[in-house]
Every structure is written in structure tokens, then in C-alpha cells.
């Protein structure tokens, strides 16, 4: 039997996602079978009226907070979302009720702020991501070795890669120049090296750009080259420090097609952690019918022209 359910289409520097809010009304989501994986691949299906997203946010309560799940448009679960993070803790914070309060995602727990608007009447948010240089996702060295600024030969004789796991997958290269037909041939032959990338991985390309800006490019693991992602740019804003490109401790200005978030890379206690802060603004509202797999019935409503409005502005004024 179809039942109606509300969805919110939101963004992380142009990260689009459709996203929708158990909390409180888990009597509509539990039991009832609901197959996430099968809903996102829908949903974010391009002839949608709500077309051309790149996941579904599934935010529930999870034991005295909140956790977020992440779904790419080919159904596949993701461990973390720095995008998406944002705009769900903006979600969140409709029950928390403060500017400081944490997510879970993928297991993991994510310290997030309310921050000062980036721009008059842009919705801002900050997240405390940790950043490991290890992790049983890069097959492609021994176990336990960092990976910074080296070559994958299977992957690219040329580019000089570092590895990076925000709770998913990273490698990221700096360039002069992005290419993304390069990009795009990157991401689709990690597809085939299942011994180097059991997991898969999200794979970028950044140019340094100035003192304390890079632009940043990624082939996103689930969804293509998209106009952003968020671990993406804290990953390669993470990969700038350590090659030295800038200094940890500065905080750095990364844009990419979508927009600008500003990244802080610092060593706390022997541990990485980069704080990502920017844009978590709603679009539209709407409602869609659906029984446990299958979606009917999208139906866009209200409106966020002014939220729409003023990202527009800030976006242009990075161009």
C-alpha cells in the first residue's frame, strides 16, 4: 500500500540531495520494509521532477541524537557526506534546539555547529571531520603506510596521489590544470582495480590556485563527477597541508563548480581533523507516494526563493 511522505531538496555547495526526516515519524518508516537504496536510485533519477540530485539523506533519531544516512543515486550506502552532514544537522537542529550538537554518520560521530552565515542569508554550518592516512580501502600499499604525494602505477604513471579516509575513501592529486575527461577516466578505471580499491574510492584533482585557495574536481564513488563533495574538498584541503602547500593551522578557502567552503586542517593530539564549514540551504519542499520500493507521485511544493536568492549571490561573488 502507497503512502505519502514529505521530502526537503537541499544543498552543500551544490551537492544536491533529496532528504528526508524519520524523526518522529518512525511509525512511517519502520515495519514497513522501506528499501533506501531502492528509493534513492528513483528519486534522484534525472526525468524526476526533482531530477539531477546526487543522494538521498535519511535523517533518524539514533539513540539520544541523530544520525545521517547517505544513499548515492545508484542505490549504494556511503559511510559520510560532508555536504549532505551539513544540511542534516540543519534538519537536526529543529529537535536539538543548539548551535552545538553532533551526527553520527556511518558510525562515527561528527561534532557540528551552526557558524556565521558566509553570506547575508546563507544558512551555515561547520563539522569536525577526522582524517585517517590509513585504511584496509587502499589496496594499493602495505597495510598500515601512509600514502602522500606518490604514484599509483596501476591507476595513473603520472599522478602523484595522496590517501586519505574521512570515514569513506580518498585519493586526491594535485595539478596545474584539471582535466575532466581525465577525471572521469580515473574514476571509471578504479572500477576495475578491485585489488587496489576493494571499496572503490572517491578520486580528485585540485589546483592550488592561491596562497590559501584550491579548486577542487572529484569523481564521486556511486555518483560520477558532481558539482561538489564535501569530504572531497576537506580530503584535498587535508592532502594541501601535508604536501606542504599550505600550513595547518590555516584555514583555506576551497572551491569547486558548486561554490566555496572554508577548510581548517589542523594535528590535534597526533590526530588529523579538518574542520569544513559552509552552505546547508533548502530549495523546495514537496511530497511523494511510495509503497517499500517503489516511488510514484513527486510532487515539488514550497518554495525557498529567498535561501535560493541569496546562494546565487554568494555563489557569483566567488566567480
Known amino acids: 500500500m502507497e503512502t505519502r511522505y514529505q521530502y526537503t531538496v537541499c544543498h552543500g555547495s551544490g551537492n544536491r540531495f533529496v532528504m528526508l526526516d524519520t524523526v518522529g515519524r518512525e511509525d512511517l518508516f519502520q515495519g514497513r520494509g522501506v528499501d533506501f537504496n531502492a528509493w534513492a536510485a528513483q528519486l534522484c533519477a534525472s526525468q524526476t521532477p526533482i531530477g539531477g540530485t546526487d543522494g538521498l539523506l535519511v535523517l533518524i533519531r539514533f539513540g539520544g541524537g541523530y544520525a545521517m544516512r547517505m544513499f548515492n543515486p545508484d542505490g549504494s550506502e556511503a559511510e559520510m557526506c560532508g555536504n549532505g552532514i551539513r544540511c542534516a544537522a540543519r534538519q537536526a537542529r529543529k529537535y536539538t534546539l543548539s548551535d552545538r550538537f553532533c551526527v553520527w554518520s556511518g558510525g562515527r560521530e561528527y561534532a557540528m555547529t551552526r557558524e556565521r552565515a558566509l553570506w547575508p542569508g546563507v544558512e551555515t554550518y561547520g563539522a569536525e571531520i577526522p582524517v585517517w592516512l590509513q585504511s584496509p580501502d587502499f589496496g594499493f600499499c602495505n597495510r598500515g603506510e601512509k600514502f602522500v604525494g606518490r604514484i599509483i602505477p596501476s591507476l595513473s604513471p603520472e599522478l602523484k596521489f595522496t590517501a586519505l579516509s574521512l570515514g569513506n575513501p580518498h585519493i586526491t592529486a594535485c595539478v596545474e590544470h584539471i582535466d575532466y575527461g581525465l577525471l572521469e577516466e580515473l574514476g571509471e578505471r578504479v572500477k576495475q582495480l578491485r585489488n587496489e580499491f576493494p571499496s572503490g574510492i572517491n578520486v580528485s584533482l585540485f589546483e592550488h590556485r592561491a596562497p590559501q585557495r584550491i579548486f577542487v574536481a572529484t569523481y564521486e ?36 563548480r558548486g561554490g566555496m567552503v572554508r577548510c581548517l586542517p589542523r594535528r590535534i593530539d597526533g590526530q588529523l581533523i579538518t574542520r569544513l564549514t559552509g552552505n546547508a540551504t533548502f530549495e523546495h519542499q514537496g511530497t511523494f507516494a511510495a509503497d517499500s520500493q517503489n516511488i510514484s507521485d513527486i510532487t515539488p511544493e514550497n518554495r525557498f526563493e529567498s535561501e535560493i536568492a541569496a546562494y546565487d549571490a554568494f555563489a557569483a561573488s566567488i566567480r
Do not use: P
Not at 560520477?224 to 590555516?250: D, H, K, R
Open 221 to 256: 564513488r556511486g555518483a560520477g563527477i558532481t558539482a561538489s563533495c564535501g569530504t572531497a574538498m576537506t580530503a584535498s584541503a587535508t592532502a594541501a597541508a601535508l604536501l606542504n602547500l599550505v600550513g595547518f593551522g590555516t584555514e583555506m578557502e576551497v572551491c569547486n
